[in-house]
């Protein structure tokens, strides 16, 4: 299983980002998505999730009502669209994949809000 994130950049406070996680997995649609993400000198903390059955999406209290989540199975890739960012949300973003008792996770991109 690989997973690739992409979309990380430096963006202004306020701006949008959408960050991919692009998945290799046969049977991508049993897959539970999350992502996490980690600020440096910080624990690595879950952002939100994805689930497989009716696609229900779960945030952490700081982020609700900024990012949203979505999944598109037909490209194997979920997606974390990020707006109205805030510096406290520099940190780099993980994509991870979980079925059963197995975790997967990707390399990371990192996300900057700075003006």
């Known amino acids: 299983v690989q997973l690739v994130e992409s979309g990380g950049d430096l963006v202004q406070p306020g701006g949008s980002l959408r960050l991919s996680c692009a998945a290799s997995?046969?049977?991508?649609?049993?897959?539970?998505i999350r992502w996490y993400r980690q600020a440096p000198g910080s624990e690595r903390e879950w952002v939100a999730s994805?689930?497989?059955?009716?696609?229900?999406?779960y945030f952490t209290d700081s982020v609700k009502g900024r990012f949203t989540i979505s999944r598109d199975n037909a490209k194997n890739t979920v997606y974390l669209q990020m707006n109205s960012l805030k510096p406290e949300d520099t940190a780099v973003y993980y994509c991870?994949?979980?079925?059963?008792?197995?975790?997967?996770w990707g390399q990371g991109t990192q996300v900057t809000v700075s003006s």
């Open positions: 997995v046969f049977a991508f649609t049993m897959y539970t």
């Open positions: 991870n994949a979980q079925r059963l008792g197995n975790n997967y």
């Open positions: 994805v689930l497989t059955d009716d696609g229900s999406t």
